[in-house]
């Protein structure tokens, strides 16, 4: 792991479909991806999962350029894993 590596975690979140918020939710926090997703692989196909990957000691905030509210995440890495949707 080089020290830029440090500086992440990766997480990995369940995404439900229900229609209830919030609708994700986090299982998992590594400090490789290559653990995070060989992790994944151990989790049931039967749902859906993002991987994200968040920074240390930095804040990610975004905020709306006009207005000034805080409204999201900024400069975050996510993957999108669809077990669940390629079951048919």
Known sequence: MNAQDSNFVWTIFVVDNSGRFPNFYPVGLFTTREKALEE???LPKDMNY???RFPI???FAYYHKKTGKLIGMDDIYHEHVH???DIQ
Do not use: C, I, S, V
């Open 40 to 42: 994944m692989q151990l």
């Open 50 to 52: 993002q991987l994200l």
């Open 57 to 59: 000691n930095r804040l």
């Open 83 to 85: 077990f669940k949707d």
